[in-house]
């Protein structure tokens, strides 16, 4: 009995030895220990007074700054005081389509509120001066040389005066590993990115190739997602509501976690790979429009998921980059009969162009190539030549419908 009493620990202690698969404690929290429950989404604080609509006109660059702020005792606080203050208001009441009064009123404020982006609409003032006591956030090159001169927001991107970001013409990309969205998976997130780079690739000479393994400070642009402070950026997110991402002058895009971004297929939320191209435009050097339709509208506008770049953002992005040049082998129209879903007959026409080994899809409803494309031509065409055909010719009558692809030499 005394031996088995001496063995039993011994046994209990040699099942406790086995290397059981565990995960150590975080040797570090906060101090109030919030980091160990997942913190519930931030709203934004709505804009309601003089004193918030001050620093939202100081924020986004309508006025000069907080002195310029200081409302008359003889006049109702919604009233802001001093020609200064007034032609703020007016200048920003007068884009937004509103009865340019200089007073904060009710529809002013409404659209104060809106979801937009945190990149100033018109060139912003210094974030901090040698005599602000507070320590100085890491120094960032803000959009401030993209953007257009004081004196007032160019109605269209094609006076805005931005400059071109970037002088060559294929870029690197990735999604920061330490700030991908809480909301959507890595891959949703990655797949949605690569969308927002090829829209803007398909209107201009660019490429955008996503780098995973190159150091970090060798990236052309990087993207993360963060709440309040984040990411050592020295603005600070304010919650769900208002400013939902910014970016920054050749590089860096941050996304606000706290706002409820959905994929494209979603007809729910804020669109991230509308907020993605927004932005990334910003990047390349476009500033902030007002013309309907356009991507760069500072605030977001709720529409289908579907979505294409407007012609001024084209036209805006290809005066910066050029447009997309060289010619093509063959280009033509594939002319078919289908029956639609009640059986009826139906002519409908695809136009294709080849180069090389390549074809594209050109989609004439939407005015664009196929998301995907260009494609090798033996992946979409079997028995034709893989590469540098020269002319297509389809013979279409009332007995015949043959078609014939032709590569040949010219003597």
């Given at each position: 009995m005394l031996a088995f009493s001496v063995l039993c620990p011994t046994l209990l202690l040699s099942c406790l030895a086995v290397p059981w698969p565990a995960q150590a404690e975080t040797l570090f929290h906060s101090r109030d220990r919030s980091d160990l429950e997942p913190s519930p989404l931030r709203?934004?604080?709505?804009?309601?007074d003089l004193h918030a609509a001050q620093k939202f006109l100081s924020r986004y660059g309508w006025s000069e700054g907080p002195s310029a702020w200081v409302p008359s005792p003889k006049e109702p606080a919604a009233a802001p005081a001093g020609p200064t203050l007034a032609e703020a208001v007016r200048r920003f009441q007068r884009v937004n389509a509103l009865p340019a009064s200089g007073k904060l009123d009710a529809a002013t404020l409404e659209a104060m509120n809106r979801p937009r982006c945190g990149v100033p609409d018109t060139r912003l003032p210094a974030l901090s001066t040698p005599s602000d006591p507070r320590p100085r956030a890491r120094s960032k090159r803000f959009?401030?040389?993209?953007?257009?001169?004081?004196?007032?927001?160019?109605?269209d991107s094609s006076d805005s005066g931005a400059m071109r970001a970037f002088s060559k013409k294929t870029l690197t990309w990735r999604l920061v590993g330490e700030a991908y969205s809480s909301q959507l998976s890595v891959d949703e997130q990655r797949y949605i990115f690569r969308l927002a780079f090829r829209m803007w690739s398909e209107v201009t000479p660019l490429d955008f190739r996503e780098d995973l393994t190159a150091p970090g400070a060798t990236v052309d642009i990087k993207l993360g997602f963060g709440r309040g402070r984040h990411l050592g950026c020295p603005r600070v997110f304010d919650g769900s509501g208002q400013e939902f991402a910014h970016a920054w002058h050749l590089g860096d895009i941050h996304f606000d976690d706290d706002?409820?971004?959905?994929?494209?297929?979603s007809d729910t939320g804020i669109s991230l790979l509308k907020v993605a191209v927004h932005e990334i435009g910003h990047v390349l050097g476009l500033p902030h429009t007002y013309r309907m339709g356009s991507i760069m509208q500072p605030n977001y506008i709720p529409q289908k998921p579907a979505f294409e770049l407007d012609w001024s953002d084209r036209k805006a992005i290809q005066r910066l980059y050029g447009s997309c040049e060289g010619s093509f082998d063959t280009a033509f129209d594939w002319i078919r009969k289908e029956r639609n879903q009640y059986g009826e007959v139906m002519v409908r026409f695809s136009t294709y162009f080849f180069r090389n080994s390549w074809y594209w899809l050109y989609e004439n409803r939407n005015n664009r190539t196929r998301y995907g494309d260009p494609l090798?031509?033996?992946?979409?065409?079997?028995?034709?030549?893989?590469?540098?055909?020269?002319?297509?010719?389809h013979i279409w009558t009332w007995r015949r419908d043959e078609r014939y692809f032709f590569k040949g030499i010219c003597i």
């Amino acid at each position: 009995m005394l031996a088995f009493s001496v063995l039993c620990p011994t046994l209990l202690l040699s099942c406790l030895a086995v290397p059981w698969p565990a995960q150590a404690e975080t040797l570090f929290h906060s101090r109030d220990r919030s980091d160990l429950e997942p913190s519930p989404l931030r709203r934004a604080k709505p804009i309601t007074d003089l004193h918030a609509a001050q620093k939202f006109l100081s924020r986004y660059g309508w006025s000069e700054g907080p002195s310029a702020w200081v409302p008359s005792p003889k006049e109702p606080a919604a009233a802001p005081a001093g020609p200064t203050l007034a032609e703020a208001v007016r200048r920003f009441q007068r884009v937004n389509a509103l009865p340019a009064s200089g007073k904060l009123d009710a529809a002013t404020l409404e659209a104060m509120n809106r979801p937009r982006c945190g990149v100033p609409d018109t060139r912003l003032p210094a974030l901090s001066t040698p005599s602000d006591p507070r320590p100085r956030a890491r120094s960032k090159r803000f959009l401030q040389m993209l953007l257009p001169r004081p004196g007032g927001q160019q109605e269209d991107s094609s006076d805005s005066g931005a400059m071109r970001a970037f002088s060559k013409k294929t870029l690197t990309w990735r999604l920061v590993g330490e700030a991908y969205s809480s909301q959507l998976s890595v891959d949703e997130q990655r797949y949605i990115f690569r969308l927002a780079f090829r829209m803007w690739s398909e209107v201009t000479p660019l490429d955008f190739r996503e780098d995973l393994t190159a150091p970090g400070a060798t990236v052309d642009i990087k993207l993360g997602f963060g709440r309040g402070r984040h990411l050592g950026c020295p603005r600070v997110f304010d919650g769900s509501g208002q400013e939902f991402a910014h970016a920054w002058h050749l590089g860096d895009i941050h996304f606000d976690d706290d706002e409820h971004f959905t994929p494209p297929t979603s007809d729910t939320g804020i669109s991230l790979l509308k907020v993605a191209v927004h932005e990334i435009g910003h990047v390349l050097g476009l500033p902030h429009t007002y013309r309907m339709g356009s991507i760069m509208q500072p605030n977001y506008i709720p529409q289908k998921p579907a979505f294409e770049l407007d012609w001024s953002d084209r036209k805006a992005i290809q005066r910066l980059y050029g447009s997309c040049e060289g010619s093509f082998d063959t280009a033509f129209d594939w002319i078919r009969k289908e029956r639609n879903q009640y059986g009826e007959v139906m002519v409908r026409f695809s136009t294709y162009f080849f180069r090389n080994s390549w074809y594209w899809l050109y989609e004439n409803r939407n005015n664009r190539t196929r998301y995907g494309d260009p494609l090798p031509i033996l992946t979409g065409w079997h028995g034709i030549p893989a590469r540098k055909i020269d002319a297509f010719v389809h013979i279409w009558t009332w007995r015949r419908d043959e078609r014939y692809f032709f590569k040949g030499i010219c003597i």
